[in-house]
């Protein structure tokens, strides 16, 4: 039987710069040029404006630390895509970054009983295809 292909993000001119960083194993968060605020770039309603200080400046792609804690989760026992089958249950966490900005992931390398608000994690990537690398978490030091 052939493996089923998870469904793969969409990459735009405005988060290649993301995706690219994915594909060689680094986390790349906006960083406003003026006051240094950290945003996600793939965060909702995504607009060159500042969210802190309102700067219309370009925003520069910055190296994220990679490590964050657990804001909150939930655990998926339903499979909703037949390429998640052999995964449930499995846990998608809010991730608070070191750098401010939160993300939305799966957190691996622990059984989901075990995982804990403000848990310690870290990033790590999970190749999909040629193209798509996805950021990841497990906790840290592991």
Same mark, same amino acid.
């Given at each position: 039987?052939? $493996?089923? @292909? /998870?469904?793969?993000?969409?990459?735009? !001119?405005?988060?290649?710069?993301?995706?690219?960083?994915?594909?060689?194993? !680094?986390?790349?968060?906006?960083?406003?040029?003026?006051?240094?605020?950290?945003?996600? %770039?793939?965060?909702?309603? @995504? #607009?060159?404006?500042? %969210?802190?200080?309102? #700067?219309?400046? $370009?925003? @520069?792609?910055? /190296?994220? #630390?990679?490590?964050?804690? =657990?804001?909150?989760?939930?655990?998926?026992?339903?499979?909703?895509?037949?390429?998640?089958?052999?995964?449930?249950?499995?846990?998608? *966490?809010?991730? @608070?970054? +070191?750098?401010? %900005?939160?993300?939305?992931?799966?957190?691996?390398? =622990? /059984?989901? !009983?075990?995982?804990?608000?403000?848990?310690?994690? !870290?990033?790590?990537?999970?190749?999909?295809?040629? +193209?798509?690398?996805?950021? $990841?978490?497990?906790? *840290?030091? /592991?």
């Amino acid at each position: 039987m052939a $493996q089923i @292909q /998870k469904p793969l993000p969409a990459i735009t !001119e405005t988060t290649k710069p993301y995706w690219e960083a994915a594909r060689r194993h !680094e986390l790349l968060l906006l960083k406003c040029v003026d006051c240094g605020h950290y945003r996600h %770039p793939l965060a909702p309603g @995504q #607009s060159f404006m500042c %969210p802190n200080c309102t #700067s219309v400046k $370009q925003p @520069q792609w910055a /190296k994220a #630390s990679g490590r964050g804690k =657990i804001a909150t989760w939930t655990v998926v026992h339903k499979v909703f895509h037949p390429a998640f089958a052999d995964e449930a249950p499995y846990v998608v *966490a809010i991730v @608070q970054l +070191e750098e401010g %900005p939160r993300m939305i992931a799966n957190v691996r390398g =622990i /059984k989901p !009983e075990d995982i804990r608000a403000d848990m310690e994690v !870290e990033v790590f990537f999970e190749d999909l295809t040629e +193209e798509i690398t996805l950021p $990841q978490f497990r906790p *840290a030091g /592991k």
